[in-house]
């Protein structure tokens, strides 16, 4: 795991945390070659964005004041067959907006990313 997104999950000390920490396990559970790490670091959001890769950019995981957002890069190419996906496709991203009081899916959410990771290497 990786220790700057682990400062990220504890920066957020409300519902967002415990979600994104859900998040992370369920990712993680996909396959022990996903690499997770921080990008996009800027002056509004020093502790940068959540981001699982394998293969390349699998999702992204963003908080907000009222969400947090698991952005998909190949998203669309997943859409047949997942009820998870919540937000309209933009281009080739789609995304699963949380917010509190939701329920994750951990079990639907490892087995998207096994999909996605599958669509990155080649194999789907």
Request: aromatic residues 4%.
């Amino acid at each position: 795991m990786d220790d700057a997104v682990t400062a990220k999950i504890e920066s957020l000390d409300d519902w967002r945390g415990a979600m994104l920490a859900q998040i992370r396990q369920a990712i993680l559970a996909a396959d022990p070659d996903i690499v997770e790490e921080i990008k996009w670091r800027k002056a509004s959001n020093p502790l940068g964005v959540p981001t699982w890769s394998r293969g390349g950019i699998l999702c992204t995981g963003e908080s907000y004041k009222d969400k947090v957002k698991l952005t998909f890069m190949k998203g669309a190419a997943l859409a047949s067959g997942t009820r998870l996906f919540n937000v309209p496709a933009d281009g080739v991203r789609r995304a699963i907006d949380l917010k509190e009081g939701d329920a994750l899916d951990a079990a639907a959410l490892t087995e998207l990313i096994r999909r996605a990771s599958a669509l990155n290497l080649g194999e789907a």
